[in-house]
């Protein structure tokens, strides 16, 4: 899934927030979250939206022939006269402050279902999840790739250090044996990657330490400090 695409990081976090996302999908979705700017900016303002809604509804306590008529339903209890009489000497029920509150609660709740509705998203492509490492040493880095191959979160994970006259310049392994420049990524925080076809016969990725605004050459030209390898194949989309 492309998560850098606001439209679809929007409609994910309003269904978050809305509490319809859940099980499996609820629990991937928190685990993408600290990865994926876009995805906390999106569910920061679901949640500031949606959240006073609920708190500007004031809590409502039903009539006592409200009450009565419940009874009567449930436990097959027959009215009496005193019921009657209460309840005849009511005024209309659309004259009633009570009653207009309970149809706003319901109106707003209606609308929020149908926000609910039209925000879910059909069925998506996992992401592909790469785990870089340098040789013989623990992972140093993250990538998740949409399923679509449209964009990639590299995540540090610390074991890597780069001086201030060096960069770390990210690389797509082909299947062809040949090897495409994805830009410079930060060793210290999470760097999002937009490009197209990220998956395309892709073997893996590679990590240089190349002087400061990359490599000039169109490969790799300093050290290979991490790479990782999608398992099997590239399965290219």
């Known amino acids: 899934m492309d998560y850098s695409l606001p439209e679809r990081a929007d409609k994910l976090a309003a269904e978050y927030v809305l509490g319809t996302l859940r099980g499996r999908a609820r629990r991937r979705f928190e685990n993408l979250l600290p990865a994926h ?60 402050s009570a009653a207009w509150r309970v149809l706003g609660v319901v109106a707003g709740l209606s609308l929020l279902l149908l926000i609910a509705l039209h925000l879910t998203p059909g069925a998506e492509q996992p992401p592909v999840v790469v785990v870089m490492s340098q040789t013989s040493g623990p992972p140093s880095f993250v990538a998740s790739v949409a399923g679509d191959g449209r964009s990639m979160v590299l995540s540090p994970l610390g074991g890597v250090t780069v001086d201030g006259g060096h960069e770390l310049e990210l690389w797509q392994l082909t299947e062809q044996g040949l090897t495409r420049s994805l830009g410079l990524v930060s060793a210290h925080r999470s760097t999002e990657v937009l490009r197209k076809r990220l998956l ?8 240089s330490l190349e002087p400061r605004g990359g490599s000039t050459i169109g490969v790799p030209s300093g050290q290979i400090v991490s790479t990782g390898r999608l398992r099997g194949s590239s399965a290219a989309k």
């Open 200 to 207: 395309k016969d892709t073997l893996g990725f590679a990590l």
């Open 37 to 96: 700017p876009e995805l906390r900016r999106a569910v920061s303002r679901w949640h500031d939206t949606l959240v006073p809604l609920a708190a500007s509804v004031p809590p409502l306590a039903p009539a006592a022939h409200v009450w009565r008529r419940i009874e009567e339903r449930l436990f097959d209890r027959p009215s009496t006269p005193a019921a009657t009489t209460s309840v005849s000497s009511t005024r209309p029920w659309w004259r009633s």
